[in-house]
């Protein structure tokens, strides 16, 4: 292992610089040359490769995004721009690749490994914690608390109007933020993908909670069945035409900000991890921390086998919002 390349692909998540500069600097003190691909998979096809060093790192463990920039890349999808990316790494004479992403990027590097023989590991950068084989993707920590910080403000307003509030966060396929933010900042009700919406039972939640609470907040995941939160909260004003109610849509300020120490912690511990699976030539798994232990699962697992919710959570968050 002599040259090794790293790249961030799909959504950003905030952890993805502390990764990266864990990455090159682990590499450098293993006396392996580091490179890095600019634009994920689009980079690599487009021959958008960078010399890293020491420097190139310096100062970015806080910073929020990626300055390898990310994309997603339809080219990669065929197998002409697998070719592509493939005679590039070749070119730069490159031995082992980490790649920083989601689910997305792991499929495109199962895809990838169809046609090249060069090793692959992963670290697991999504804000939404929805990938098997670690207790928390980089990014996600970060999200909940940018959540329930907006949440908390939300609640201001909220009890000074005596409002209902439907806050609506990131999570197409996943609640796990809708979840995690729902405890935390005290929400009546969450509404998620993995469970079937029941507006009649939010109703009845609604009108047989305490009378005198001055807020009432719901979040919803945005890949909702029923709609999202616009569509639900029409449903319920309808049916509860007293209710003072809004709608807020919190959107990419989730991506976005500086990582939580948790998300440094963890991406740094992850990208050093990425660098010594390659050396010791581990290919097409994901890195991940699981009960505080770095763990290693193939690909196709963390895609394929879905993180499953926590009923105890769930439970817990419907006694205590009595």
Same mark, same amino acid.
């Given at each position: /292992?002599?040259?090794?390349? &790293?790249?961030?692909?799909?959504?950003?998540?905030?952890?993805?610089?502390?990764?990266?500069?864990?990455?090159?600097?682990?590499?450098?003190?293993?006396?392996?040359?580091?490179?890095?691909?600019?634009?994920?998979?689009?980079? /690599?096809?487009?021959?958008?490769?960078? %010399?890293?060093?020491?420097?190139? &790192?310096?100062?970015?463990?806080? *910073?929020?995004?990626?300055?390898?920039?990310?994309?997603?890349?339809?080219?990669?999808?065929?197998?002409?721009?697998?070719?592509?990316?493939?005679?590039?790494?070749?070119?730069?004479?490159?031995?082992?690749? &980490?790649?920083?992403?989601?689910?997305?990027?792991?499929?495109?590097?199962?895809?990838?490994?169809?046609?090249?023989?060069?090793?692959?590991?992963?670290?697991?950068?999504?804000?939404?914690?929805?990938?098997?084989?670690?207790?928390? =993707?980089?990014?996600?920590?970060?999200?909940?608390?940018?959540?329930? +910080?907006?949440?908390?403000?939300?609640?201001?307003?909220?009890?000074?109007? %005596?409002?209902?509030?439907?806050? +609506?966060? /990131?999570?197409?396929?996943?609640?796990?933020?809708?979840? *995690?933010?729902?405890?935390?900042?005290?929400?009546?009700?969450?509404?998620?993908?993995?469970?079937?919406?029941?507006?009649? %039972?939010?109703?009845?939640?609604?009108?047989?909670?305490?009378?005198?609470?001055?807020?009432?907040?719901?979040?919803?995941?945005?890949?909702? +069945?029923?709609?999202?939160?616009?569509?639900?909260? +029409?449903?319920?004003?309808?049916?509860?035409?007293?209710?003072? =109610?809004?709608?807020?849509?919190?959107?990419?300020?989730?991506?976005?900000?500086?990582?939580?120490?948790?998300?440094?912690?963890?991406?740094?511990?992850?990208?050093?991890?990425?660098?010594?699976?390659?050396?010791?030539?581990?290919?097409?798994?994901?890195?991940?921390?699981?009960?505080?232990?770095?763990?290693?699962?193939?690909?196709?697992?963390?895609?394929?086998?879905?993180?499953?919710?926590?009923?105890?959570? /769930?439970?817990?968050?419907?006694?205590?919002?009595?």
């Amino acid at each position: /292992m002599k040259k090794i390349a &790293v790249f961030t692909s799909g959504g950003d998540s905030p952890g993805m610089n502390a990764c990266l500069r864990a990455v090159v600097r682990t590499a450098i003190y293993n006396k392996i040359e580091i490179i890095g691909i600019r634009h994920g998979y689009d980079g /690599m096809i487009n021959d958008d490769f960078v %010399d890293m060093n020491a420097e190139s &790192v310096s100062g970015i463990i806080h *910073r929020g995004g990626t300055i390898l920039k990310t994309a997603r890349s339809k080219e990669f999808l065929t197998l002409e721009g697998r070719q592509k990316a493939l005679a590039n790494l070749q070119k730069h004479n490159i031995d082992g690749i &980490v790649a920083i992403g989601g689910d997305g990027t792991f499929k495109g590097a199962l895809e990838f490994s169809q046609i090249s023989n060069i090793p692959m590991v992963g670290c697991p950068g999504t804000i939404d914690n929805d990938l098997a084989g670690t207790d928390f =993707t980089i990014g996600y920590d970060t999200a909940i608390n940018t959540v329930v +910080e907006a949440v908390d403000k939300i609640r201001d307003t909220a009890e000074s109007h %005596d409002r209902l509030f439907f806050v +609506e966060v /990131m999570g197409r396929d996943a609640g796990l933020i809708a979840l *995690r933010a729902g405890i935390g900042a005290g929400a009546e009700s969450i509404i998620i993908p993995e469970t079937k919406t029941d507006v009649e %039972d939010l109703i009845k939640r609604l009108e047989g909670g305490r009378k005198n609470k001055s807020s009432k907040i719901i979040i919803v995941a945005e890949g909702d +069945e029923a709609g999202g939160a616009f569509t639900i909260a +029409e449903q319920v004003k309808k049916r509860l035409p007293d209710y003072d =109610t809004r709608v807020t849509i919190l959107g990419h300020i989730q991506r976005g900000g500086n990582p939580s120490t948790m998300d440094r912690v963890n991406s740094s511990r992850m990208g050093f991890a990425a660098v010594e699976a390659l050396i010791q030539n581990k290919t097409n798994v994901m890195i991940g921390i699981l009960n505080d232990k770095i763990s290693y699962t193939p690909f196709e697992n963390a895609v394929k086998e879905k993180k499953e919710l926590d009923k105890d959570l /769930m439970r817990m968050l419907t006694i205590l919002s009595l």
